[in-house]
């Protein structure tokens, strides 16, 4: 449908003839609109008064387009009661374009009238509820574009091109209120999304004038800074700041509004609860020495940083007991072999002399060898410890093997003695339990963080009447039990509920990284087992570790070692870095073999090139100009048979290469202190299966 052609209607376009109504009437609604309680409602009803009244009109209507929905919807009609949800409501089509009359007068902007009930039959349909019978209305126009359209209908008269200049004048008015109350709509609806973002930011925000006061605060802040709404506005926002760092930040920010710039610092706070919290702060200037800033709390993440620090340092430690490990048991390599042929050389003299009637050489030889013994018994004690740090220098060593957990709880209670002896009495209730599979690393790692927090949870001074527990058991299923059980200070429920979780800690700061039991829980779950925790306030705690049990594999005889002949002298050559080391090996061998030393692994390959025999090369694993690795792979080039009759020893494997290559050739290999007797005994077991060459006489 398209509106009809109105020749009469050419008046429209001419200047308005004001009369002194329409005049007054344009006031009225200009007042209207800037009345403070000015709405929608009311300002199209006093719109439609005065339309009706001045076109003597008994009924009309205000339609306006929705933002929302983009309807054109009546929202008010003069001189009939209807129910606001059975108002007419036209809904746009793909083009945007409304249906009927008022969809014209939309898309044409320009006003008509229907004075014949022919004419009138499109509004009468369009409107339903109003018997229309004459029809006139204007567009309103806003922003370029038609937002509404104000009607009346059935004047006793027929509309003239006068009532349609009425019209339209009231909707060049009504517009001007529509631009308003739309502005502030959504000035309104703006504001309100900015509260809501604002009060429920997790960084504080905050406002400052010239002089550095706040101006505008939001409620983080205020959990933030401590300071009450009341009070934002008392001093420069500075003053909020801890006492300690108050004279850098105030120094920061007053450069910052000098040289107009922004400005950014970390600092301490004193909260709402007067704890002491970290922020960073960060403004931007936005003109007359005025600031806009957010303050965001970085307490916990400051705390995190410090536990991962603290536990990378942990992991580091555990690299560092590997070359403890290994340079330890350098000199105490050749300190015990020494001690152990000092041994064997005054026991022999003694029971010479005891034979010749020489006691009181005799009872001070004696004298010597229990010297040597204890030195021997603090060697041994030296030794234990070097290889309970080598239990925890590869903590991320996820290898699964057999563990002998009772061995490890054993490595673990000697590590955590100096924690326990002071606090309680240490009971083992062993049951002799069989292997487990898993990371002997790894478990140990949970038994001493199970050993150290029971030890903990119990103050110093009462040794006596505290007791930790530590037992072994097969339960129902088979599984290894392991418990650990303390008459601590014990758990309530909500720290109990929370005891795995990360970076959970009751410790102070600085004493706990509340990670060390997530870690045990992590492990434990990891290699197929479970751990669980009973606790009761006031009596102390329990943590249980269950873990599967290895399967058992089929015993294997030793191989019996058999004697060697009288004359029969072995040849031997040691290669080792450290001169004492070879010196020590020497002194322990040489009674049945030749034995030659070499501090260098070229010049050890060098006698091998050159035709050298040897029934048995004993190689050190860690060395600076070349590795026993090296040596090893280089000795299959130039004497390949030489490499099974190569055993390595070391003072630890402690690097990932070192670690793979043991498992991957089938050598044998001891560890540092060297035990004699075992060095022995695997050196004539090594004799006996090496075949020299045919035309090697010896």
Not at 15 to 21: D, K, L
Not at 328 to 342: C, E, G, K, Q, V
Not at 503 to 521: D, N, Q, Y
Request: charged content about 25%.
């Amino acid at each position: 449908m398209t509106i009809p052609t109105q020749p009469e209607l050419s008046v429209v376009d001419a200047a308005p003839s004001f009369r002194p109504e329409l005049l007054a009437a344009v006031v009225d609604v200009q007042r209207r609109i800037l009345a403070a309680d000015v709405t929608d409602a009311l300002l199209a009803g006093t719109v439609l008064g005065h339309a009706t009244r001045l076109t003597t009109s008994p009924r009309g209507f205000v339609a306006s387009v929705e933002p929302a929905t983009g309807d054109l919807v009546i929202q008010s009609i003069h001189g009939q009661d209807v129910p606001p949800a059975t108002l007419p409501r036209l809904a746009p089509g793909r083009d945007g374009s409304y249906p009927g009359v008022l969809g014209q007068i939309v898309a044409a902007r320009r006003g008509w009238i229907a004075n014949s009930p022919a004419e009138a039959a499109d509004p009468a349909r369009t409107l339903g509820h109003l018997a229309v019978e004459r029809f006139a209305a204007a567009p309103v126009q806003a922003g370029g574009r038609t937002v509404g359209v104000i009607a009346v209908v059935n004047a006793a008269r027929p509309y003239a091109p006068g009532d349609l200049e009425t019209l339209e004048e009231l909707a060049s008015v009504y517009a001007l209120g529509v631009q308003r109350l739309t502005g502030e709509r959504a000035l309104r609806e703006s504001k309100a999304r900015l509260d809501l973002l604002t009060s429920r930011a997790p960084a504080g925000i905050f406002e400052t004038d010239a002089a550095g006061r706040v101006v505008f605060v939001n409620d983080r802040w205020v959990e933030l800074t401590g300071v009450a709404p009341g009070d934002v506005s008392a001093a420069p926002w500075t003053e909020a700041v801890h006492a300690e760092d108050r004279a850098r930040v105030r120094a920061a920010w007053e450069a910052a509004v000098a040289g107009g710039r922004p400005f950014e610092s970390e600092f301490r706070v004193h909260t709402l609860t007067r704890d002491v919290s970290w922020v960073i702060a960060t403004a931007m200037p936005l003109g007359g020495g005025s600031f806009l800033g957010i303050a965001t709390d970085t307490t916990e993440l400051k705390r995190m940083q410090s536990r991962l620090v603290f536990a990378d340092r942990m992991a580091s430690v555990g690299t560092l007991a590997a070359g403890v490990a290994h340079e330890i048991n350098n000199p105490l390599a050749y300190i015990i072999a020494s001690i152990d042929f000092a041994a064997e050389e005054v026991r022999g003299k003694a029971a010479a002399l005891s034979a010749g009637g020489g006691a009181e050489v005799a009872e001070g030889l004696q004298d010597a060898l229990r010297a040597l013994a204890d030195a021997r018994e603090g060697s041994e004690r030296v030794r234990r410890i070097v290889r309970d740090l080598k239990t925890f220098s590869r903590p991320q060593d996820e290898q699964t093997t057999r563990v002998d957990v009772e061995r490890v709880l054993e490595s673990c209670i000697s590590m955590a003695g100096n924690e326990i002896r002071h606090r309680a009495l240490l009971v083992r209730q062993f049951a002799g339990v069989p292997a487990v599979t898993g990371s002997e690393a790894r478990l140990a790692q949970v038994f001493l963080n199970l050993l150290v927090n029971a030890a903990q949870a119990i103050p110093e001074g009462k040794a006596q009447s505290n007791e930790i527990r530590v037992s072994t058991r097969v339960d129902g299923r088979g599984r290894v039990v392991i418990e650990v059980e303390d008459t601590g200070q014990g758990m309530t429920p909500e720290v109990l509920a929370r005891i795995f979780d990360p970076f959970f800690t009751t410790k102070e700061v600085g004493e706990g990284t509340g990670l060390g039991l997530s870690i045990c829980h992590s492990i434990v779950t990891k290699q197929g087992g479970e751990i669980q925790v009973q606790s009761v306030p006031g009596k102390g705690s329990c943590f249980k570790v269950v873990l599967p049990t290895a399967p058992v594999d089929r015993v294997i005889a030793p191989p019996v070692v058999p004697a060697l002949a009288a004359s029969g002298r072995g040849r031997v050559l040691v290669v080792d870095d450290e001169p004492l080391i070879g010196v020590a090996i020497r002194r322990m061998l040489e009674g049945e073999n030749d034995v030659q030393v070499e501090t260098s692994a070229r010049a050890a390959l060098e006698h091998v090139r050159g035709g050298g025999y040897y029934d048995v090369i004993l190689c050190d694993l860690m060395m600076p100009e070349m590795t026993g690795m090296d040596f090893f792979d280089e000795l299959g080039r130039v004497g390949p048979a030489s490499q099974q009759r190569v055993v390595f020893f070391t003072g630890g494997a402690f690097t990932s290469r070192a670690r793979e290559f043991l498992d991957a050739v089938p050598n044998p290999s001891l560890e540092k202190p060297i035990d004699m007797k075992a060095l022995r005994a695997l050196v004539r077991a090594m004799r006996s299966r090496a075949q020299r060459p045919a035309e090697d006489p010896r």
